[in-house]
């Protein structure tokens, strides 16, 4: 991990490196834009730039900016801390005044001629990530290590589900629920449940449409839309292949 402090230009300039990029401003203003996500970079506010992502930043007059450069090989190493997590997309932070200090600190010791020699970046680094990670809750995974998905979270999901049924949903958007990453996520859930997140999503969609079957008068290509299904034959495969009975039968049977 490479930590630097920075005057960025005033002229914007634009590019991309292999490196998973954080950087958090130590003394005036910077903006920054990726993805075209657009936002100021000061000391409240920080931007994180994925690796490969594509940015445009300027300066605004003089400024100190904190720059991480954290390559790809290293945040797969620290992925047991979930510090990867903090990559995943593009994004703007706003820090907390208790972050102040510790930016403070690093100002000060990175300003030193023997930080880089004695490996006081890598170390200021990791704290101010593991810092900022557990301040945005980014720091579920160290906990799921220990156990399962909670009942309560279980509950969660499936009332998170339920709300959702007329639209796609997916893995990232149901692990978001619990604070967990999409891969950590997928493991807990099939531990907790017996089944994937794509099958538990799929027989809680085929129950609803069960339901609504028995209980309205509602047309089928109607139940399969609000249930999430692309078309009426495919709630019917789904039928067939979860209650072996097709929507006729399932609605005759009330």
Same mark, same amino acid.
Do not use: K
């Given at each position: ?6 005057? #960025? ?8 490196? &292999?490196?998973?990029? %954080?950087?958090?401003? %130590? ?15 000061? +000391? ?49 932070? @706003? ?6 200090? #510790? ?9 030193? &001629? ?28 160290? @906990? ?20 959702? %049924? ?30 994937? &997140? ?15 079957? +028995? ?23 789904? #039928? ?15």
């Amino acid at each position: 991990m490479r930590t630097r402090i920075l005057d #960025l230009p005033v002229q914007t300039a634009t590019h991309a490196h &292999p490196e998973h990029q %954080l950087v958090i401003g %130590l003394r005036g203003c910077a903006d920054f834009e990726v993805q075209g996500q657009g936002g100021a970079v000061n +000391r409240l506010h920080a931007c994180v730039v994925p690796s490969g992502e594509a940015h445009a930043f300027s300066g605004r007059g003089h400024n100190n900016m904190l720059i991480m450069d954290l390559p790809v090989a290293a945040a797969g190493a620290l992925a047991s801390d979930g510090a990867h997590r903090l990559f995943e997309r593009p994004r703007f932070v @706003q820090l907390d005044h208790q972050l102040q200090g #510790l930016l403070d600190f690093a100002q000060y010791a990175l300003a030193a &001629p023997q930080a880089a020699d004695d490996g006081l970046e890598w170390h200021l680094g990791g704290v101010v990530l593991a810092s900022l990670q557990r301040r945005l809750g980014l720091d579920g995974d160290v @906990q799921r290590a220990r156990g399962a998905l909670s009942a309560q979270e279980l509950q969660r999901l499936e009332a998170y589900v339920l709300a959702n %049924l007329d639209r796609p949903l997916s893995v990232a958007a149901l692990a978001a629920q619990v604070c967990v990453s999409s891969s950590h996520f997928h493991a807990l859930y099939r531990q907790a449940t017996g089944m994937t &997140p794509h099958q538990h999503v799929l027989a809680l969609r085929v129950r609803e449409a069960a339901q609504l079957l +028995r209980e309205t008068r509602l047309p089928v290509a109607e139940i399969a839309s609000r249930c999430g299904f692309s078309s009426q034959s495919a709630l019917t495969h789904a #039928l067939r292949r979860q209650l072996g009975e097709t929507p006729r039968a399932v609605r005759l049977s009330a």
